[in-house]
Protein backbone atom coordinates (compact mmCIF):
# COMPACT_ATOMS: atom_id res chain seq x y z
CA UNK A 1 0.00 0.00 0.00
CA UNK A 2 1.96 3.39 -1.38
CA UNK A 3 1.36 6.05 0.69
CA UNK A 4 2.29 9.75 -1.21
CA UNK A 5 2.38 12.22 2.17
CA UNK A 6 2.58 15.95 1.32
CA UNK A 7 3.25 18.13 4.73
CA UNK A 8 4.33 22.12 4.78
CA UNK A 9 5.42 23.26 8.13
CA UNK A 10 6.37 27.29 7.52
CA UNK A 11 7.79 28.90 11.06
CA UNK A 12 7.88 25.96 13.57
CA UNK A 13 8.43 22.23 13.02
CA UNK A 14 5.32 20.70 14.77
CA UNK A 15 3.83 20.14 11.19
CA UNK A 16 6.25 18.01 10.01
CA UNK A 17 6.92 16.07 13.83
CA UNK A 18 3.33 15.17 13.77
CA UNK A 19 3.46 14.02 9.92
CA UNK A 20 6.16 11.65 10.80
CA UNK A 21 5.00 10.23 13.56
CA UNK A 22 1.89 9.41 11.36
CA UNK A 23 4.06 7.90 8.91
CA UNK A 24 5.89 5.86 10.83
CA UNK A 25 2.97 5.00 12.40
CA UNK A 26 2.20 3.81 8.50
CA UNK A 27 5.16 2.23 7.89
CA UNK A 28 4.83 -0.31 10.90
CA UNK A 29 1.19 -0.99 9.82
CA UNK A 30 3.08 -2.33 6.24
CA UNK A 31 2.43 0.64 4.30
CA UNK A 32 5.09 2.06 1.96
CA UNK A 33 5.18 5.61 2.53
CA UNK A 34 6.95 8.96 0.70
CA UNK A 35 6.76 11.67 3.19
CA UNK A 36 7.25 14.72 1.39
CA UNK A 37 8.29 17.96 2.83
CA UNK A 38 8.30 21.57 1.40
CA UNK A 39 9.26 23.23 4.55
CA UNK A 40 13.17 23.75 5.96
CA UNK A 41 14.96 20.38 6.59
CA UNK A 42 14.78 19.03 9.62
CA UNK A 43 17.78 17.16 11.31
CA UNK A 44 16.37 13.34 11.89
CA UNK A 45 13.55 13.50 10.39
CA UNK A 46 13.85 11.67 6.65
CA UNK A 47 11.72 12.99 4.13
CA UNK A 48 11.35 13.17 0.55
CA UNK A 49 12.81 17.15 0.80
CA UNK A 50 11.13 19.98 -2.07
CA UNK A 51 12.69 23.28 -2.51
CA UNK A 52 12.01 24.39 1.15
CA UNK A 53 9.57 27.70 1.47
CA UNK A 54 9.61 29.29 5.34
CA UNK A 55 7.32 32.33 6.71
CA UNK A 56 7.91 34.68 9.31
CA UNK A 57 5.50 35.27 12.41
CA UNK A 58 3.12 37.25 10.11
CA UNK A 59 2.40 33.97 7.92
CA UNK A 60 1.87 36.93 5.04
CA UNK A 61 5.16 36.34 2.71
CA UNK A 62 6.11 33.13 1.75
CA UNK A 63 9.88 33.20 1.45
CA UNK A 64 12.99 30.82 0.08
CA UNK A 65 15.57 29.01 2.05
CA UNK A 66 17.20 31.97 2.02
CA UNK A 67 15.08 34.71 3.03
CA UNK A 68 13.22 36.12 -0.12
CA UNK A 69 9.95 35.97 -1.41
CA UNK A 70 8.71 33.57 -3.71
CA UNK A 71 8.53 34.52 -7.35
CA UNK A 72 6.67 33.10 -9.88
CA UNK A 73 9.22 31.01 -11.44
CA UNK A 74 10.15 29.51 -7.91
CA UNK A 75 6.32 28.37 -7.38
CA UNK A 76 6.08 26.87 -10.84
CA UNK A 77 10.13 24.64 -9.98
CA UNK A 78 8.03 23.83 -7.10
CA UNK A 79 4.82 22.84 -8.55
CA UNK A 80 6.62 20.70 -11.47
CA UNK A 81 9.05 18.99 -8.14
CA UNK A 82 6.03 17.87 -6.36
CA UNK A 83 3.80 16.36 -9.43
CA UNK A 84 7.07 14.66 -10.77
CA UNK A 85 7.32 13.14 -6.98
CA UNK A 86 4.13 11.87 -6.68
CA UNK A 87 4.35 10.16 -10.40
CA UNK A 88 7.41 8.56 -9.30
CA UNK A 89 5.77 7.06 -6.17
CA UNK A 90 2.88 5.99 -7.82
CA UNK A 91 0.74 5.96 -4.39
CA UNK A 92 -2.45 4.27 -3.93
CA UNK A 93 -3.30 7.10 -1.20
CA UNK A 94 -2.63 10.69 -1.65
CA UNK A 95 -2.53 12.50 2.05
CA UNK A 96 -2.37 16.24 2.44
CA UNK A 97 -1.85 17.73 5.72
CA UNK A 98 -4.02 20.58 6.83
CA UNK A 99 -5.05 21.46 3.00
CA UNK A 100 -8.00 22.81 2.25
CA UNK A 101 -8.40 23.94 5.67
CA UNK A 102 -4.94 25.73 5.84
CA UNK A 103 -2.01 26.01 4.05
CA UNK A 104 -4.12 28.39 1.17
CA UNK A 105 -0.71 30.05 0.31
CA UNK A 106 0.73 26.55 -0.73
CA UNK A 107 -2.26 25.90 -3.21
CA UNK A 108 -0.45 27.25 -6.20
CA UNK A 109 1.11 23.71 -5.76
CA UNK A 110 -1.77 21.42 -4.43
CA UNK A 111 -4.45 22.30 -6.65
CA UNK A 112 -2.22 20.84 -9.63
CA UNK A 113 -1.48 17.79 -7.56
CA UNK A 114 -5.00 17.15 -6.41
CA UNK A 115 -6.20 17.58 -9.85
CA UNK A 116 -4.00 15.37 -11.54
CA UNK A 117 -4.47 12.96 -8.87
CA UNK A 118 -8.37 13.00 -9.19
CA UNK A 119 -8.27 12.72 -13.08
CA UNK A 120 -5.30 10.02 -12.93
CA UNK A 121 -6.44 7.21 -14.53
CA UNK A 122 -5.11 5.13 -11.37
CA UNK A 123 -7.25 7.54 -9.04
CA UNK A 124 -5.21 7.51 -5.44
CA UNK A 125 -7.89 7.55 -2.40
CA UNK A 126 -7.22 10.74 -1.26
CA UNK A 127 -7.59 12.04 2.45
CA UNK A 128 -6.73 15.22 4.26
CA UNK A 129 -4.74 14.93 7.85
CA UNK A 130 -5.34 18.07 10.25
CA UNK A 131 -4.91 18.49 13.79
CA UNK A 132 -7.48 19.13 16.47
CA UNK A 133 -8.27 22.90 16.14
CA UNK A 134 -7.82 24.80 12.72
CA UNK A 135 -6.99 28.78 12.39
CA UNK A 136 -10.69 30.10 11.96
CA UNK A 137 -11.39 32.15 8.80
CA UNK A 138 -14.93 32.29 8.37
CA UNK A 139 -14.51 34.41 5.03
CA UNK A 140 -12.87 31.16 3.47
CA UNK A 141 -14.92 27.92 5.07
CA UNK A 142 -17.42 27.84 2.13
CA UNK A 143 -14.18 27.79 -0.23
CA UNK A 144 -12.50 25.43 1.77
CA UNK A 145 -16.00 22.73 1.69
CA UNK A 146 -15.83 23.45 -2.29
CA UNK A 147 -12.54 22.14 -2.50
CA UNK A 148 -12.62 19.31 -0.20
CA UNK A 149 -16.05 17.75 -2.05
CA UNK A 150 -14.37 18.23 -5.39
CA UNK A 151 -10.90 16.82 -4.46
CA UNK A 152 -11.19 14.54 -1.06
CA UNK A 153 -12.49 10.95 -0.25
CA UNK A 154 -12.25 11.49 3.74
CA UNK A 155 -11.04 13.36 6.64
CA UNK A 156 -9.10 12.44 9.39
CA UNK A 157 -9.35 14.83 12.18
CA UNK A 158 -6.43 13.92 14.95
CA UNK A 159 -7.99 14.84 18.24
CA UNK A 160 -10.07 13.60 20.75
CA UNK A 161 -13.92 14.85 20.39
CA UNK A 162 -14.54 14.82 23.89
CA UNK A 163 -11.69 17.79 24.22
CA UNK A 164 -11.97 19.53 20.67
CA UNK A 165 -14.28 19.01 17.76
CA UNK A 166 -13.79 20.30 14.52
CA UNK A 167 -16.69 22.69 14.49
CA UNK A 168 -15.54 25.11 17.38
CA UNK A 169 -12.94 26.27 14.84
CA UNK A 170 -15.05 25.14 11.17
CA UNK A 171 -18.55 26.16 11.58
CA UNK A 172 -19.59 24.14 8.18
CA UNK A 173 -18.11 20.92 10.23
CA UNK A 174 -21.93 19.13 9.88
CA UNK A 175 -21.52 18.99 6.29
CA UNK A 176 -18.42 16.85 6.74
CA UNK A 177 -19.90 14.16 7.81
CA UNK A 178 -19.96 10.63 6.91
CA UNK A 179 -16.22 11.72 5.56
CA UNK A 180 -14.59 13.14 8.63
CA UNK A 181 -13.15 10.78 11.41
CA UNK A 182 -11.76 11.22 14.67
CA UNK A 183 -8.81 9.66 15.28
CA UNK A 184 -7.38 10.64 19.28
CA UNK A 185 -4.47 12.81 19.26
CA UNK A 186 -1.22 11.57 16.94
CA UNK A 187 2.34 11.34 19.76
CA UNK A 188 5.22 9.41 19.43
CA UNK A 189 5.29 6.74 21.97
CA UNK A 190 8.19 7.36 23.94
CA UNK A 191 10.37 3.92 25.34
CA UNK A 192 13.03 6.16 26.95
CA UNK A 193 13.70 5.00 30.74
CA UNK A 194 16.36 6.17 33.13
CA UNK A 195 15.73 9.04 35.54
CA UNK A 196 17.36 12.18 33.74
CA UNK A 197 16.15 15.55 34.42
CA UNK A 198 14.53 13.86 37.47
CA UNK A 199 13.05 16.69 39.53
CA UNK A 200 14.36 19.81 37.23
CA UNK A 201 11.88 22.10 35.95
CA UNK A 202 11.79 21.61 32.30
CA UNK A 203 10.90 25.15 30.12
CA UNK A 204 11.07 24.60 26.68
CA UNK A 205 10.20 27.15 23.73
CA UNK A 206 9.74 24.91 20.75
CA UNK A 207 11.67 24.16 17.35
CA UNK A 208 10.69 27.47 15.77
CA UNK A 209 11.23 30.98 15.85
CA UNK A 210 9.09 32.29 18.41
CA UNK A 211 9.34 31.66 22.10
CA UNK A 212 12.03 34.46 23.30
CA UNK A 213 9.73 36.24 25.55
CA UNK A 214 8.86 32.92 27.18
CA UNK A 215 12.11 32.76 27.83
CA UNK A 216 13.10 35.73 29.37
CA UNK A 217 9.78 35.70 31.72
CA UNK A 218 10.57 32.19 32.69
CA UNK A 219 14.21 33.26 33.73
CA UNK A 220 12.78 36.68 35.35
CA UNK A 221 10.05 34.57 37.32
CA UNK A 222 12.55 31.88 38.83
CA UNK A 223 13.76 33.21 42.05
CA UNK A 224 10.11 34.10 42.90
CA UNK A 225 8.74 30.47 42.62
CA UNK A 226 8.82 27.80 45.53
CA UNK A 227 11.11 26.03 42.57
CA UNK A 228 14.02 28.62 42.64
CA UNK A 229 16.59 25.68 44.23
CA UNK A 230 15.54 23.10 41.67
CA UNK A 231 17.53 23.50 38.16
CA UNK A 232 16.07 25.02 35.73
CA UNK A 233 16.67 23.57 32.17
CA UNK A 234 16.07 25.93 29.53
CA UNK A 235 15.60 24.70 26.12
CA UNK A 236 15.58 27.22 23.93
CA UNK A 237 15.69 26.45 20.29
CA UNK A 238 16.46 28.94 17.58
CA UNK A 239 17.05 31.58 20.63
CA UNK A 240 19.54 29.60 21.87
CA UNK A 241 22.69 32.47 20.97
CA UNK A 242 20.99 34.46 23.34
CA UNK A 243 20.53 32.79 26.00
CA UNK A 244 23.46 30.56 26.17
CA UNK A 245 25.54 33.09 28.50
CA UNK A 246 23.26 32.88 31.27
CA UNK A 247 23.73 28.72 32.13
CA UNK A 248 25.06 27.72 35.55
CA UNK A 249 24.65 25.47 37.77
CA UNK A 250 21.24 25.57 38.38
CA UNK A 251 20.33 27.29 35.33
CA UNK A 252 21.25 24.96 32.47
CA UNK A 253 20.42 26.48 28.62
CA UNK A 254 20.30 24.31 25.51
CA UNK A 255 19.18 24.10 22.10
CA UNK A 256 17.38 21.12 22.45
CA UNK A 257 17.63 17.55 24.09
CA UNK A 258 17.18 14.38 21.99
CA UNK A 259 16.07 12.98 25.22
CA UNK A 260 12.68 15.73 26.02
CA UNK A 261 10.27 13.00 26.52
CA UNK A 262 12.15 11.03 29.05
CA UNK A 263 13.28 14.70 30.86
CA UNK A 264 9.00 15.54 30.71
CA UNK A 265 8.35 12.46 32.06
CA UNK A 266 10.87 13.07 34.79
CA UNK A 267 10.74 16.98 35.28
CA UNK A 268 8.66 18.27 38.35
CA UNK A 269 7.25 20.78 35.99
CA UNK A 270 7.16 21.66 32.07
CA UNK A 271 6.90 25.57 31.47
CA UNK A 272 6.33 25.67 27.30
CA UNK A 273 4.05 27.39 24.59
CA UNK A 274 1.26 25.18 23.30
CA UNK A 275 1.86 23.58 20.29
CA UNK A 276 0.09 20.52 19.35
CA UNK A 277 3.22 18.16 19.19
CA UNK A 278 4.59 19.59 22.95
CA UNK A 279 1.25 19.28 24.82
CA UNK A 280 0.40 16.21 23.52
CA UNK A 281 4.04 14.85 24.41
CA UNK A 282 3.36 16.52 27.80
CA UNK A 283 0.13 14.86 28.82
CA UNK A 284 1.55 11.82 28.09
CA UNK A 285 4.36 11.84 30.15
CA UNK A 286 1.49 13.47 32.75
CA UNK A 287 4.08 16.30 33.91
CA UNK A 288 2.73 19.19 35.81
CA UNK A 289 2.71 21.85 33.21
CA UNK A 290 2.18 25.41 32.57
CA UNK A 291 0.84 26.66 28.93
CA UNK A 292 1.67 29.96 27.40
CA UNK A 293 0.09 29.74 24.00
CA UNK A 294 1.75 31.85 21.51
CA UNK A 295 -0.99 33.97 20.13
CA UNK A 296 1.49 36.08 17.43
CA UNK A 297 0.02 36.97 13.80
CA UNK A 298 -3.56 36.94 15.21
CA UNK A 299 -3.57 33.40 15.62
CA UNK A 300 -5.74 31.58 18.42
CA UNK A 301 -5.35 27.86 18.24
CA UNK A 302 -2.74 27.76 20.76
CA UNK A 303 -5.00 29.41 23.27
CA UNK A 304 -7.99 27.77 22.88
CA UNK A 305 -6.27 24.28 22.87
CA UNK A 306 -4.69 25.48 26.49
CA UNK A 307 -8.03 26.44 27.67
CA UNK A 308 -9.82 23.40 26.79
CA UNK A 309 -6.96 21.26 28.58
CA UNK A 310 -7.33 23.94 31.46
CA UNK A 311 -11.01 23.15 32.01
CA UNK A 312 -10.49 19.62 32.45
CA UNK A 313 -7.67 20.29 35.12
CA UNK A 314 -4.96 19.19 33.06
CA UNK A 315 -2.95 22.03 32.63
CA UNK A 316 -2.71 25.40 34.35
CA UNK A 317 -2.44 28.53 31.52
CA UNK A 318 -1.02 31.85 31.29
CA UNK A 319 -2.21 33.61 28.48
CA UNK A 320 0.93 35.83 26.23
CA UNK A 321 -1.17 39.12 27.06
CA UNK A 322 -1.09 38.35 30.70
CA UNK A 323 2.70 37.10 30.86
CA UNK A 324 4.90 38.89 33.43
CA UNK A 325 7.63 37.17 35.87
CA UNK A 326 4.64 37.28 38.07
CA UNK A 327 2.02 35.63 36.43
CA UNK A 328 4.17 32.94 35.55
CA UNK A 329 5.44 32.64 39.02
CA UNK A 330 1.78 32.37 40.43
CA UNK A 331 1.40 29.89 38.02
CA UNK A 332 4.29 27.71 38.39
CA UNK A 333 3.18 27.58 42.13
CA UNK A 334 -0.19 26.35 41.41
CA UNK A 335 0.93 23.50 39.34
CA UNK A 336 3.39 23.09 41.26
CA UNK A 337 1.52 22.40 44.29
CA UNK A 338 -1.35 19.83 42.53
CA UNK A 339 -1.13 16.36 41.89
CA UNK A 340 0.26 15.02 38.29
CA UNK A 341 -2.94 14.37 35.51
CA UNK A 342 -4.38 10.50 35.66
CA UNK A 343 -3.75 8.16 33.25
CA UNK A 344 -5.77 7.74 30.08
CA UNK A 345 -7.98 11.11 30.40
CA UNK A 346 -7.29 11.79 26.80
CA UNK A 347 -7.04 9.36 23.81
CA UNK A 348 -3.79 9.57 23.08
CA UNK A 349 -3.66 6.42 20.04
CA UNK A 350 -4.25 8.84 17.28
CA UNK A 351 -1.09 7.72 15.12
CA UNK A 352 -2.32 3.77 15.00
CA UNK A 353 -6.13 4.68 15.01
CA UNK A 354 -5.29 6.39 11.23
CA UNK A 355 -3.23 3.82 10.30
CA UNK A 356 -6.23 1.01 10.58
CA UNK A 357 -8.88 3.66 9.77
CA UNK A 358 -6.53 4.01 6.05
CA UNK A 359 -6.15 0.23 5.62
CA UNK A 360 -9.78 -0.17 6.27
CA UNK A 361 -10.41 2.12 2.99
CA UNK A 362 -7.98 1.14 0.92
CA UNK A 363 -9.39 -2.49 1.02
Not at 241 to 247: A, H, I, M, Q, W
Not at 268 to 290: D, K, P
Amino acid sequence: MRVFFYVQHLLGIGHLKRAATLANALRAAGFEVTLASGGMPVEGIAVLQLPPARTDSSFKDLLDESGRPVDAAWKARRRDALLQAFENASPELLLIELFPFGRRQMRFELLPLLEHARTSPQRPLIVSSVRDLIQPNPAREAEALERFERYFDRLLVHADPSVARLDLTFSKANALAGKLHYTGYVVEQSAARGNAGEGEVLVSAGGGAVGRRLLETAIQARPLTSLRDRTWRMLAGLSFESFKRLGGENLVVERARNDFTLRLTNCVLSVSQAGYNTVLETLQARARAVLVPFAGGAESEQTLRARLLADRGLVHVVEEGDLTAATLAAAVDRAAAGARPATGTIDLGGARRSAELLREWLR
